[in-house]
């Protein structure tokens, strides 16, 4: 079997059915009306269909679509940013009223070039969308910002409903797979959102297929809730291109199961864990259940 080959072929368990209806169509035009960037599009994510067609959902990609970093992951362009568009919140938030949306997900390129790695921006759009859609929850998926606390403030002061911060990868794949970003360094930042903020809900996301373990899985899991992190995700790794990292392995359907079994008894309030899965998948169930848990936590608290 040649390359080629091996690129082109994927499990049964891959394969997606299109949905490009109005809701699709209307909402791709809106997009670029606006001058918006979704990572939906810009990472090539496998749900987009689904989430933009069907869920009416969509993930959010501010301060433009050229990241600092080139991690060899991610399909998103790398150069030297050169736009900040501080109007880019109004349009964000404006976006999620016509689009009637109940949940919605910022994330952002890391922008290493500005000094508050894009956090006030950030910040600014998390309180456009809440000031204009009063009953929609917003999750937010930064940067690391370079582990800078104060940027890491900004942030969080502006209260999201759900922090997301994904460590990507297995400890020893992280110097091969992200680009200046540090395993520490992300653990860190999750700890740091949550004694800043204890009530909102932290997450993050691994993806499998790079050549890690099962065993490194599952320490990547206890690294996690360790630093109390609540929600997982877990998905297989997709080459966007011939120029990234290649598949070692496709998961199957009952290998996710078994994973996500594990991390629900390790103690994560909720786990989304399959072939498709992605950081942002089912991001609207995600902060339901959060916040289902929040409140069992006071009962129990005030029981004790």
């Known amino acids: 079997m040649t390359k080629k080959d091996e690129y082109q072929r994927k499990p049964e368990w891959l394969k997606i059915k299109l949905n490009t209806n109005e809701s ?23 749900n987009i269909h689904e989430c933009w067609a069907v869920r009416k959902t969509a993930t959010f990609m501010i301060l433009g679509d050229i990241c600092t970093r080139g991690c060899r992951f991610c399909a998103v362009k790398t150069g030297l940013p050169t736009e900040l568009d501080l109007e880019e919140p109004e349009r964000v938030a404006d976006s999620v009223e016509m689009m009637g949306l109940k949940h919605v997900v910022i994330t952002a390129v890391a922008r290493d070039d500005l000094k508050d790695g894009g956090s006030f921006v950030f910040a600014e759009t998390v309180r456009a969308i809440r000031r204009k859609n009063p009953f929609c929850t917003i999750e937010v998926l930064p940067s690391d910002m370079l582990g800078n606390e104060a940027s890491l403030q900004t942030l969080m002061d502006a209260r999201p409903n759900i922090m997301n911060h994904n460590i990507e ?31 909102i809900p932290t997450k993050s996301s691994i993806m499998i297929g790079l050549g890690e373990t099962k065993e490194e899985i599952i320490e990547t899991m206890d690294d996690l ?48 864990a399959g072939p498709l899965v992605r950081s942002s998948y089912h991001a609207d169930e995600q902060v339901n259940q959060a916040q289902v848990n929040l409140e069992a936590k006071k009962v129990q608290n005030q029981e004790v």
């Open 169 to 199: 990868t297995v400890r020893r794949l992280t110097p091969k797979v992200r680009a200046r970003a540090k395993y520490d360094r992300t653990l860190e930042f999750l700890r740091r959102a949550k004694e800043m903020h204890a009530d």
């Open 225 to 272: 809730r360790a630093h109390d992190v609540d929600i997982l995700t877990i998905g297989q790794y997709l080459q966007p291109t011939k120029k990234h990292l290649n598949v070692i392995k496709y998961y199957h359907p009952d290998e996710f199961a078994e994973l996500k079994e594990i991390a629900l008894k390790k103690g994560f309030s909720h786990c989304e």
């Open 24 to 46: 699709y169509t209307g909402l791709k035009k809106m997009m670029r009306e606006k001058k918006l960037h979704t990572v939906c599009e810009e990472a090539r994510c496998p």
